[in-house]
């Protein structure tokens, strides 16, 4: 598989009640998808339409991002494939990811209508979000929704489509192909349709659109979801609504005065709103199959190579003269005495007719070790010996000032 081992940051959520961050790993049995649940940052919230609706400010950001660059950090703990969801917990830079398999509520309260269809049986060949994908499925090209942290959605969206096939509106979506099932049981986890190619819908539209509107109306339900985000106009003139859109479908009130008021509110005032936003210029929104990805690659962070430690105590230089046996001979004493194994060639000693001995208290540095003529003769994991006093003095006396002359 191409890229395999990558992973992919899809999408996340910033909740009033938690974080959720949608992670992926290519791997040559499919992609494997991991949430990651970590605690709420989002402090001010707001009341519309009886829905907690966050209102996010420049810190709440900060603080979502904060939670993904943690998880970053820790992504060679993260056990892909072994499970479906983890709880980012810790605090003071001291955080760790608990997994856990969570498995979704199971939809009862609608029956499949369409042929399930495993989900190892579908190619996904694109992410849009966590939940919308494009993939090919018998050769055919299908949008796919995939349930991922609930299921209450995906059981929203069929039953809106149930509700379109009842009363014969299902020319108004993009039709259904098939449930998706988890692999080898009978759970369903996500619905298939056809791609949802074409355009998204423009003022010019606006006769189009009214007139489907009026069609859902008579049929005795109620769309609560119109917005340019989507209503989508097909290759050749008809109007579709895409399946976030159905998930929004039910039935009229029973009650006309409540019904009244709510067709008022949510078809015909949206619609208002709608093309008077059209009126002023294009659909701000691409269609699904145009949008770009939000995917986004984390990279492992280079890891130390692993190995022994290994510390420096001594750093043995050139710079003893032949004709000074003396000297040469107490600097190759000290030498051994340091180093207690030094670097041999063909079981011959090594040359030190340039030979400065220095000792360091603590490791030293790459760059110094870079420097020129500097050989590295120490080896792990020899402790470190003092070497006798008298030989120390005798090797600063004699060499030390010319030593740094000739090293000029």
């Known amino acids: ?189 996500g619905l298939m349709t056809e791609p949802s190619y074409g355009r998204m819908a423009g003022y010019k539209d606006k006769s189009a659109v009214y007139k489907a509107i009026s069609e859902i109306e008579r049929a005795g339900l109620l769309l609560t979801g119109i917005y340019t985000s989507n209503v989508m106009i097909t290759h050749d003139g008809k109007v579709h609504f895409l399946a976030n859109s159905v998930c929004a479908l039910m039935r009229q009130a029973v009650d006309p005065r409540e019904r009244a008021k709510e067709i008022e509110e949510y078809h015909w005032t949206r619609l208002g709103i709608l093309f008077k936003e059209l009126e002023q210029g294009c659909n701000p929104h691409e269609p699904p199959r145009n949008q770009r990805t939000f995917s986004t690659p984390l990279p492992y962070f280079p890891t130390p190579v692993q190995g022994p430690i290994m510390k420096v105590w001594a750093v043995v230089l050139a710079h003893v003269s032949d004709s000074d046996q003396q000297t040469l001979k107490a600097a190759e004493e000290t030498s051994r005495a340091v180093v207690r194994h030094g670097p041999t060639r063909g079981g011959k000693t090594p040359n030190i007719d340039s030979l400065e001995v220095l000792f360091f208290d603590e490791p030293i540095s790459p760059r110094l070790l870079r420097a020129p003529r500097t050989r590295l003769i120490v080896r792990p994991p020899a402790p470190y010996q003092k070497p006798d006093k008298h030989l120390q003095e005798l090797i600063r006396a004699h060499n030390w000032q010319r030593g740094r002359q000739l090293s000029q």
Not at 169 to 175: F, G, Q, R
């Open 1 to 189: 598989m191409k890229d395999c081992g990558t992973i992919d940051y899809i999408s996340g959520y910033n909740e009033h009640f938690s974080r959720f961050y949608f992670l992926k790993k290519s791997t040559p049995a499919g992609e494997q998808l991991i949430v990651i649940q970590a605690e709420p940052v989002v402090t001010r919230s707001v009341i519309q339409s009886h829905t907690e609706i966050p209102c996010e400010s420049e810190s709440d950001q900060r603080g979502f991002n904060f939670g993904l660059e943690l998880i970053h950090t820790l992504l060679p703990t993260i056990e892909f494939g072994a499970t479906n969801w983890g709880y980012l917990v810790g605090s003071n830079n001291n955080y760790r990811i608990v997994a856990k398999t969570r498995q979704l509520e199971p939809i009862t309260e609608v029956l499949p209508w369409c042929p399930l269809v495993d989900e190892r049986d579908i190619k996904i060949t694109r992410f849009l979000w966590a939940e919308d994908r494009e993939g090919l499925w018998n050769g055919m090209e299908v949008d796919v929704f995939m349930a991922v942290d609930t299921s209450v959605y995906l059981k929203n969206m069929m039953s809106g489509y149930r509700l379109l096939i009842e009363r014969n509106l299902e020319h108004l979506a993009y039709p259904v192909v098939g449930h998706v099932v988890r692999s080898g049981t009978a759970e369903i986890c």
